[in-house]
C-alpha cells in the first residue's frame, strides 16, 4: 500500500511554532517531489510549500519567511517547520506526493 501520514498539528498560541511531519510509504520517496496543502474552513485547499528530489523549494507568499519545508529521505519523511503562526494559519494541513493518495491531513489551531 502508498499512503501518507501526517502529525504534528495542534493548537498554538499567535507567534508560535509548531513542525509538522508527513511519513510515506510504500513508493522511492527520494524520487518524488512532496508539497504541503491546507484547507481550512470553508475554503478550497490551497498550496504551502515544495520541496523537488533535488532539494529545491517554493512557498506561497503568505508564508515566505516563516515557513520551511525539508525532507529527510533516509525516513522518507517531509517536514513543515511553521514559525510565527497567525490565527489565518487555522487549517488542515495535508502533504501531497504524485505516487500518493491524500492522507488524513493533521489540524494545526493558531488562536489566544
Known amino acids: 500500500q502508498v499512503h501518507l501520514v501526517e502529525s504534528g498539528g495542534g493548537l498554538v498560541q499567535p507567534g508560535g511554532s509548531l513542525r509538522l511531519s508527513c511519513t510515506a510509504s510504500g513508493s522511492i520517496f527520494r524520487l518524488h517531489d512532496m508539497a504541503w496543502f491546507r484547507q481550512a474552513p470553508g475554503k478550497q485547499r490551497e498550496w504551502v510549500a515544495e520541496?523537488?528530489?533535488?532539494?529545491?523549494?517554493k512557498y506561497a507568499e503568505a508564508v515566505k519567511g516563516r515557513f520551511f519545508i525539508s525532507r529527510d529521505n533516509a525516513k522518507s519523511t517531509v517536514y513543515l517547520q511553521m514559525n510565527n503562526l497567525k490565527p489565518e494559519d487555522t487549517a488542515v494541513y495535508y502533504c501531497?506526493?504524485?505516487?500518493?493518495?491524500w492522507g488524513q491531513g493533521t489540524q494545526v489551531s493558531v488562536s489566544s
Open positions: 501531497h506526493g504524485s505516487a500518493w493518495s
Open positions: 520541496i523537488s528530489a533535488r532539494v529545491g523549494t
